[in-house]
């Protein structure tokens, strides 16, 4: 199975602030990664898909990066509504996995 | 416009079977490439993984959790059903289905709202 590690598990910034979360996959995963948010009491959202590409009807301040076995997801300006549970997920193949999760808050 | 509701029982005893209904609409899983999946979580943890079933009937299901679980679908109702075997209160969490629109890349696009399902006797 390919393991998925997030850091940090959570991070607390300002509302402007740059955020930035890292995943590693233990091996080699190409850019067969997504990012989700999931709100709480609410189901996950896709953010990101391939690695870098916005999902439609997402906001540009999200940016995904990254190939091979490390992966980052940016939020450029922090807004109150981003405060969640980002979670990263490989596809590259069966089992799919995900990350533990990294909580954003609002400092 | 895709949607996926998720329903079934709330509370199943130990050693139980579960049986969870996906019902979907706005795409077909007759449609070349489109597959639903199953994802649970329990309260307070990570995301996981459970089954996944594509257009052409092809079934992958998590290595760990295999011998307990069967995903079908009944494509004339636009459902998916997941049963699982053997229930323990470790798997207690709230279950998801979700949508997949390629069998070559299989993130998740849309998802249904879950059901908390509870394991207690």
């Known amino acids: 199975d390919i393991q998925m590690t997030q850091s940090p598990s959570s991070v607390s910034a300002s509302v402007g602030d740059r955020v930035t979360i890292t995943c590693r996959a233990s091996?080699?995963?190409?850019?067969?990664l997504a990012w989700y948010q999931q709100k709480p009491g609410k189901a996950p959202k896709l953010l990101i898909y391939?690695?870098?590409s916005l999902q439609s009807g997402v906001p540009s301040r999200f940016s995904g990066s990254g190939s091979g076995t490390d992966f980052t997801l940016t939020i450029s300006s922090l807004q109150a509504e981003d405060v969640a549970v980002y979670y990263c997920h490989q596809y590259y193949n069966t089992p799919l996995t995900f990350g533990g999760g990294t909580k954003v808050e609002i400092k | 416009q895709i949607t996926l509701k998720e329903s079934g029982p709330t509370l199943v005893k130990p050693t139980q079977t579960l049986t969870l209904t996906c019902t979907f609409s706005g795409f077909s899983l007759s449609t070349s490439g489109v597959g639903v999946g199953w994802i649970r979580q329990p309260p307070g943890k990570a995301l996981e993984w459970l089954a996944l079933i594509y257009w052409d009937d092809d079934k992958r299901y998590s290595p760990s959790l295999k011998s307990r679980l069967t995903i079908t679908k009944d494509t004339s109702k636009n459902q998916v059903v997941l049963t699982m075997t053997n229930m323990d209160p470790v798997d207690t969490a709230t279950y998801y289905c979700?949508?997949?629109?390629?069998?070559?890349?299989?993130?998740?696009?849309?998802w249904g709202q879950g059901t908390l399902v509870t394991v207690s006797s």
């Open positions: 979700a949508h997949s629109s390629s069998a070559v890349a299989a993130n998740f696009d849309y």
């Open positions: 391939a690695a870098s």
């Open positions: 091996q080699g995963i190409s850019s067969w």
